[in-house]
């Protein structure tokens, strides 16, 4: 079964953003308002973020442990989820070597 990872990349996103204007916000005018906004929504995004990535069975303990990073572990994690699992041999396959067919050749 597949899970989508669009609610994923939607809540690491929207970590990433609110973390940035809460920075911005706390450098420049630090309106109140502003700050009552954003920092709940970065602490729903990030705790979505986290029980999201370790709902996924697909999730190594590395990707679950990336996704506690604030602000950028969504992302982090939301990559290696998007990547495609390794084949079970490996990343290079053995070919056995060609035989030429009979009566080809000189």
Known sequence: MTVPL???RI???TELASLVVMLA???TAHIPSVSSLTGPTHGCAYLFVVVATWRLDRATPGVRAVAFVPGVGGLLAFRRLSRPAPSPAGDFTVRPPEVPE???GP
Do not use: E, I, W, Y
Request: no cysteine.
């Open 6 to 8: 669009r609610p994923l």
């Open 11 to 13: 809540a690491a996103h």
């Open 25 to 27: 916000n706390l450098a």
């Open 102 to 104: 009979a009566g080809a």
